[in-house]
């Protein structure tokens, strides 16, 4: 999945196959395996290109990461401990981070500007 979401476009084996081969020794087919089953567990979307198929990640890296932590956090027994635990691993960029998330989670909305509204926030 690492390939997939750092290209965000829709990649063929091949191209996972060459950029893999850079660092380890691993076949065509070792490859082409493990795509078909990320499609099978419904992670990728897969279209035919001629005799190949274009693999496309169905979700962000990011998006993944969140559903993890929501399901690692939803299976405790107590769900404040486990955050209190999580947080207290977390580096201070990561604490800053989470400090941001949830600043624009709680942000409110700002309404679209009306008919008529310039740039600077004046009227015409």
């Known amino acids: ?6 290209w965000n476009r829709p990649v063929t084996v091949r191209e996972v196959l060459e950029d893999l081969q850079q ?3 691993i076949a065509y087919t070792t490859v082409m395996t493990v795509l ?11 279209e035919s ?3 190949a198929y274009r693999y496309e990640a ?14 690692a956090w939803s299976q405790s027994d107590n769900p ?4 209190v635990a ?3 691993m977390m580096s201070e960029e990561q ?5 941001d998330a949830i600043r624009i989670v709680q942000a409110p909305e700002t309404p679209a500007p009306g008919p008529g509204a310039v740039p600077d926030g004046g009227e015409r």
Request: hydrophobic share 45%; charged share 25%.
């Open 86 to 88: 999580f947080f207290g």
């Open 36 to 46: 078909d089953n990320l499609h099978q567990k419904g992670w990728v979307r897969r």
């Open 95 to 99: 604490r800053q981070a989470l400090g």
């Open 49 to 51: 290109e001629g005799r």
């Open 23 to 25: 660092e380890r020794s």
């Open 1 to 6: 999945m690492t390939r997939v979401w750092k």
């Open 58 to 71: 169905v979700s962000t890296r990011a998006a993944y990461a969140a559903a993890l932590m929501n399901d």
């Open 80 to 83: 404040a401990a486990a955050l």
